[in-house]
T-cell receptor, first 113, second 116 residues
Framework: DSGVTQTPKHLITATGQRVTLRCSPR?????VYWYQQSLDQGLQFLIQ???????AKGNILERFSAQQFPDLHSELNLSSLELGDSALYFC????????????FGAGTRLSVL | AQTVTQSQPEMSVQEAETVTLSCTYD???????LFWYKQPPSRQMILVIR??????QNATENRFSVNFQKAAKSFSLKISDSQLGDAAMYFC?????????????FGTGTRLKVLA
């Protein structure tokens, strides 16, 4: 168990809908990262938050947004969903800083039908 | 741009034998980390081993070891005495130590099959 909790584990929805994925980082971790893994592909970095502030953005679509709350949990919001958004979404957390590694949650599998 | 390349989509190894998975990367940075992650069918990302770029000594974790060639930008994973439980997708990842963000850049993965 990495200590990073993601909910829900699985989400099934329809095209055009909006969903929210939630991530609770390990106790003490200030950084949260979101990654997307499409079928049998590597993980693609979406966005990073550090202590409530956006720190870096990757190839995140404008239909996607995220935030990190004062209690350090994070939410990834996906709207106007398309079939191609079906993927595994991982959250990872770290204490922050160059020497700390990221610990990954178990992921949320999103299926858009 | 920083990239990670895994040129072997799939590899097979006989149980108890040794297998090496390849990874190359491209960066202009001198300070970074490299990782190997295992992703079994459960989809959990499990850290196998990591290497700091400024350390010349190759990292080792039990049956797993790496061959880190900084000048060649190569980072291969050797699995010794392969076990059935080693069957999984293996991802190579690069992480710069650039101040501000420490995002990982992943390769496309190598699927390892272990034959009984």
């Amino acid at each position: 168990d990495s200590g990073v909790t993601q909910t829900p584990k699985h989400l099934i929805t329809a095209t055009g809908q909006r969903v929210t994925l939630r991530c609770s980082p390990r106790s003490g971790d200030l950084s949260v990262y979101w990654y997307q893994q499409s079928l049998d592909q590597g993980l693609q970095f979406l966005i990073q938050y550090y202590n409530g502030e956006e720190r870096a953005k990757g190839n995140i679509l404008e239909r996607f947004s995220a935030q990190q709350f004062p209690d350090l949990h994070s939410e990834l919001n996906l709207s106007s969903l398309e079939l191609g958004d079906s993927a595994l979404y991982f959250c990872a957390s770290s204490v922050g800083g160059p020497k700390n590694i990221q610990y990954f949650g178990a992921g949320t599998r999103l299926s858009v039908l | 741009a920083q990239t990670v390349t895994q040129s072997q989509p799939e590899m097979s190894v006989q149980e108890a034998e040794t297998v090496t998975l390849s990874c190359t990367y491209d960066t202009s940075e001198s300070d970074y980390y490299l990782f190997w992650y295992k992703q079994p069918p459960s989809r959990q990302m499990i850290l196998v081993i990591r290497q700091e770029a400024y350390k010349q000594q190759n990292a080792t974790e039990n049956r797993f070891s790496v061959n880190f060639q900084k000048a060649a930008k190569s980072f291969s994973l050797k699995i010794s005495d392969s076990q059935l439980g080693d069957a999984a997708m293996y991802f190579c990842a690069y992480r710069p130590n650039t101040s501000g963000t420490y995002k990982y850049i992943f390769g496309t993965g190598t699927r390892l099959k272990v034959l009984a």
